[in-house]
């Protein structure tokens, strides 16, 4: 699995347990590091971003690469919320 899907499945998880449907990028930050094993590169701190880790970025890049064959939002599964995060779709909801 790629790790930017890596990250996309637990925002969906996310999302699908959310009442509202929605994985807000704080709750994404308080919640991933439970779900998915982060390994020592994505955890290190990003070189563009002081003080967060790569992993943050790679959340973010869901919505940066949703053009992208196989990403979530480009498959219908996810929309992003400006200034918010992500929401599960109908369809999102039958692959969580």
Not at 40 to 65: F, L
Request: aromatic content about 6%; some cysteine.
């Amino acid at each position: 699995m790629a790790v930017e899907e890596k990250f996309a499945r637990a925002v969906l998880q996310i999302a699908a347990a959310d009442p509202r449907g929605l994985a807000t990028l704080h709750r994404c930050r308080s919640e991933i590091p439970k779900i998915v094993k982060l390994t020592a590169a994505e955890a290190a701190p990003s070189q563009t971003r002081p003080g967060e880790p790569m992993w943050h970025q790679i959340v973010r890049n869901i919505k940066s690469h949703s053009q992208d064959e196989g990403n979530y939002i480009n498959r219908g599964w996810l929309q992003h919320v400006p200034r918010v995060g992500y929401r599960i779709t109908d369809l999102g909801r039958q692959h969580a």
